[in-house]
């Protein structure tokens, strides 16, 4: 019999800034779920984002070239579906 999910989990820590605590707990309370549930999906969709979302999404890219990093994911997102 295949497990769930459930069966096996690890705990972690967050540190968060108030501001991010405040809106983790609005998140949480407009979707219905609690703060764990939220905070571990976008964990589980992060960890599956290749390598230049994440980069983008931690902030890695020098400012002034955001708007091309955007695009050029974008593109290479499109032609891969292709």
């Known amino acids: 019999m295949e497990g769930n999910s459930m069966d096996h989990r690890i705990v972690v820590r967050l540190e968060l800034t108030p501001g991010a605590k405040e809106r983790l707990n609005e998140i949480s309370h407009r979707s219905g779920m609690t ?3 939220v905070t571990s999906r976008l964990v589980e969709w992060f ?7 994440q980069a983008a999404v931690l902030g ?5 070239i955001d708007s091309d990093v955007a695009k ?6 499109a032609e891969k579906k292709k």
């Open 35 to 37: 703060q764990l549930s």
């Open 72 to 77: 050029l994911i974008l593109k290479r997102m």
């Open 47 to 53: 960890a599956g984002q290749p390598e230049v979302i």
């Open 60 to 64: 890695r890219y020098p400012e002034e």
